[in-house]
Nanobody, 115 residues
Framework: QVQLVESGGGLVQAGGSLRLSCAASGGIFRFNDMGWYRRAPGKQRELVAA???????NYPDSVKGRFTISRDNAKNTVYLQMNSLKPEDTAVYYCNKYPAYGAYWGQGTQVTVSS
């Protein structure tokens, strides 16, 4: 059974940093591209970072240069380092395969950036 557990969210002031972690189990991780997504209040869920099984990364312009995705295949964990956070980064952050698979959504972790 696939399980994705996100952690590391919290409340941070604008300009601050957070590091999110996503622990994967159930065989999803090793050979799959993975992604971090977010859903802000009143908005659709969007991709914020993706990493291929071989390590190639992809970011939308909204977070490029501020967010860094990485993965530790030995630990079945994917990370999202978020720097220079802005109030518009406030959202619930989720990890999933890339492209996402609906059945794999977890609880997510809340990130709140105060101005």
């Amino acid at each position: 059974q696939v399980q994705l557990v996100e952690s590391g969210g919290g409340l941070v002031q604008a300009g601050g940093s957070l590091r999110l972690s996503c622990a994967a189990s159930g065989g999803i991780f090793r050979f799959n591209d993975m992604g971090w997504y977010r859903r802000a209040p009143g908005k659709q869920r969007e991709l914020v970072a993706a990493i291929a099984s071989g390590g190639r990364t992809n970011y939308p312009d909204s977070v490029k240069g501020r967010f860094t995705i990485s993965r530790d295949n030995a630990k079945n964990t994917v990370y999202l380092q978020m720097n220079s956070l802005k109030p518009e980064d406030t959202a619930v952050y989720y990890c999933n395969k890339y492209p996402a698979y609906g059945a794999y959504w977890g609880q997510g972790t809340q990130v709140t950036v105060s101005s």
